[in-house]
C-alpha cells in the first residue's frame, strides 16, 4: 500500500459537507446549515469516526476529491 500524503480533501457528492483529512485519525468538516458555514473539528477516537476516515479517503461512492482551494474558499464565506 503506498503512503498517503496528508492533507486529502474531500467533498460529499451534493456539496454540502466538505473534508480536510489531515491524518489517519483527524480531519476538519465544513458544513452549511442554512446560510451558516460551520467549521468541526474532529478527533477519531471511536470507530465509527475511523471509518468514516477511511471511507472519504478510499470509497468514491460517498465522496469526491476536492481540493485545498475549493475547501478554503468556504472558510472565507
Same mark, same amino acid.
Given at each position: 500500500? #503506498?503512503? !498517503?500524503?496528508?492533507? !486529502? *480533501?474531500?467533498? *460529499?457528492?451534493? &456539496?454540502? &459537507? ?7 485519525? +483527524?480531519?476538519?468538516?465544513? #458544513? ?7 467549521? =468541526?473539528? %474532529? $478527533?477519531?477516537? /471511536? $470507530?465509527?469516526?475511523?471509518? @468514516? /476516515?477511511?471511507? @472519504?479517503? %478510499?470509497?468514491? &461512492? /460517498?465522496?469526491?476529491? #476536492? =481540493?485545498? +482551494?475549493? *475547501?478554503? #474558499? *468556504? @472558510? &472565507?464565506?
Amino acid at each position: 500500500m #503506498s503512503q !498517503i500524503t496528508f492533507p !486529502i *480533501y474531500r467533498k *460529499y457528492k451534493n &456539496n454540502k &459537507n466538505f473534508f480536510k483529512i489531515i491524518s489517519q485519525d +483527524e480531519f476538519e468538516e465544513i #458544513s452549511f446549515i442554512g446560510s451558516k458555514v460551520i467549521v =468541526t473539528k %474532529h $478527533l477519531a477516537k /471511536i $470507530l465509527p469516526d475511523r471509518n @468514516l /476516515i477511511a471511507d @472519504l479517503l %478510499h470509497d468514491s &461512492n /460517498i465522496a469526491d476529491q #476536492s =481540493t485545498k +482551494e475549493e *475547501y478554503e #474558499s *468556504y @472558510l &472565507n464565506k
